[in-house]
């Protein structure tokens, strides 16, 4: 099984500024990787996938990079919808599929 | 496109439920499901696959021999039987499609609402 290590637990950033989220695994899972963001009350939401590929109506602030074990996510301009979870997702070596913890993205 | 979980409930430890996932909007048979929960203020875990036409089925080890994962492409639905549930099975169940590309699958695009289950005497 491989195991999604994400970073920091929580990260706390102003409006306005950049976010940077990590995840790392446990083995290459070359570039099957996605990310969700998660909102209270909320399902998981598809922001990128392909590790870099951001999925349908994602706005352009969100970016990801990465490939093989290291991978990040990146929201510049940080607007108030964007204080969530995300998690981390790799779909290349399955069952099982697999998910990071989360990092909780607050307002500091 | 939309998902729709529903069926989850408070259960005695033991007991059993079915999760159906009521899909619309898309060509249900052409995508393969999935099951994912999240136990209350933690992450998420990936419990059930099910492929195209239901040939394929995975499972977590966590749930093996317990629950059945299922479809019924003309009712556009997916299900899960779930049996033998423990205090840990406590979760919001989310039925998510696998979504694709023509070169390659992307990971889970549509997720349902969820449906709480709630295990406890």
């Known amino acids: 099984e491989i195991v999604m290590t994400q970073s920091p637990a929580t990260l706390s950033v102003s409006p306005g500024e950049r976010a940077t989220l990590s995840c790392r695994a446990s083995?290459?899972?070359?570039?099957?990787l996605a990310w969700y963001q998660q909102k209270p009350g909320q399902a998981p939401r598809l922001l990128i996938y392909?590790?870099?590929t951001r999925a349908t109506g994602i706005p352009a602030r969100f970016s990801g990079s990465g490939s093989g074990t290291d991978f990040t996510l990146t929201i510049t301009s940080l607007q108030s919808e964007d204080f969530a979870v995300y998690f981390c997702?790799?779909?290349?070596?399955?069952?099982?599929?697999?998910f990071g913890q989360g990092t909780k993205l607050e307002i500091k | 496109v939309q998902l729709v979980e529903s069926g989850g409930n408070l259960v005695p430890p033991g007991g059993s439920l079915r999760l159906s996932c009521a899909a619309s909007?898309?060509?249900?048979?052409?995508?393969?499901m999935n099951w994912v929960r999240q136990a209350p203020g933690k992450g998420l875990e990936w419990i059930s696959y099910?492929?195209?036409?239901?040939?394929?089925?995975f499972y977590a080890d966590s749930v093996m021999g317990r629950f059945t994962i299922s479809r019924d492409d003309a009712k556009t639905s997916l299900f899960l039987q779930m049996h033998n549930l423990r205090a840990e099975d406590t979760a919001i169940y989310y039925c998510?499609?696998?979504?694709?590309?023509?070169?390659?699958?992307?990971?889970?695009?549509?997720w349902g609402q969820g449906t709480m289950v709630t295990v406890s005497s």
């Open positions: 998510a499609r696998v979504g694709t590309t023509p070169s390659a699958p992307i990971g889970f695009d549509i």
């Open positions: 909007g898309f060509t249900f048979s052409s995508y393969e």
């Open positions: 099910i492929s195209v036409g239901g040939i394929n089925i």
């Open positions: 083995r290459s899972v070359r570039s099957n």
């Open positions: 392909g590790a870099s």
């Open positions: 997702h790799q779909y290349n070596n399955w069952p099982p599929y697999t």
